[in-house]
């Protein structure tokens, strides 16, 4: 497996602003993701981080509301750009390990309120 | 889009009580991974399962990929009470991207 790390791990935040969360693994892995989990929901993934190149997004996300960087094959970081309360949600990031990339790992999450 | 069926939604474990949840789709996975977790953490892979058929286990935990690929159960055999928590299955689909069920949320009876 990897280690996952996020910053930060929670914040309050007011609406109209920005957040960027950040995801920090401890290898090298060829495969990032970035998922929410709506309260008392299951987890809905937002895009594929992909190195060197623009993420990937799923239908029903787009890049002006959620920038996603990802500089090397260790880091990536996720914007949630003008908030809103519906945006009040866990965000985060997995990696996909393994000869076939068929394991997915998470990090410990970010727990975002809006107000 | 590809969607799991995940049963039950809830469900009271007493101690010592074994416990199973499934998952059914009408599309035809890959992998299964069954997850499970706790409040204020991210998911943690209890099970992997690549081949249809397959059954696999991890301590009291024993999972089976569906001979048709679009089914696979996870069973929790002599239940404690940290068995407590959101369980999640999860299919890989097209593109390495993770499906996942709506969980079962596993509660203790008192």
């Known amino acids: 497996s990897a280690v996952i790390s996020q910053k930060p791990s929670r914040d309050i935040c007011q609406r109209g602003t920005s957040l960027t969360i950040q995801c920090q693994v401890d290898?090298?892995?060829?495969?990032m993701f970035w998922y929410r989990q709506q309260p008392g929901q299951s987890l809905t993934l937002i895009a594929t981080?992909?190195?060197?190149?623009?993420?990937?997004?799923e239908s029903g996300f787009v890049i002006d509301k959620f920038p996603i960087s990802r500089p090397n094959l260790t880091f990536s970081t996720l914007t949630v750009s003008n908030m809103s309360p519906e945006d009040s949600s866990i965000y985060l990031c997995?990696?996909?390990?393994?000869?076939?990339?068929?394991?997915?790992?998470f990090g410990p999450g970010t727990r975002l309120t809006v107000l | 889009g590809q969607q799991l069926n995940q049963s039950p939604q809830s469900m009271f474990i007493q101690e010592g009580e074994d416990v199973s949840m499934n998952c059914t789709s009408s599309?035809?996975?890959?992998?299964w991974l069954w997850y499970k977790q706790d409040p204020g953490e991210g998911p943690v892979l209890l099970i992997a399962?690549?081949?249809?058929?397959e059954l696999t286990s991890n301590g009291r935990l024993t999972a089976q990929f569906g001979i048709t690929r679009k089914d696979s159960f996870l069973n929790i055999s002599a239940s404690i009470p940290s068995d407590v928590g959101i369980y999640f299955c999860a299919g890989l689909g097209y593109g390495n991207k993770l499906v996942f069920g709506a969980g079962t949320i596993l509660r203790v009876k008192s």
């Open positions: 981080a992909n190195q060197g190149s623009e993420a990937t997004y």
């Open positions: 399962l690549y081949k249809a058929g």
């Open positions: 599309s035809i996975f890959n992998t």
């Open positions: 997995s990696v996909s390990i393994g000869s076939s990339y068929n394991e997915q790992f």
């Open positions: 290898s090298q892995v060829t495969m």
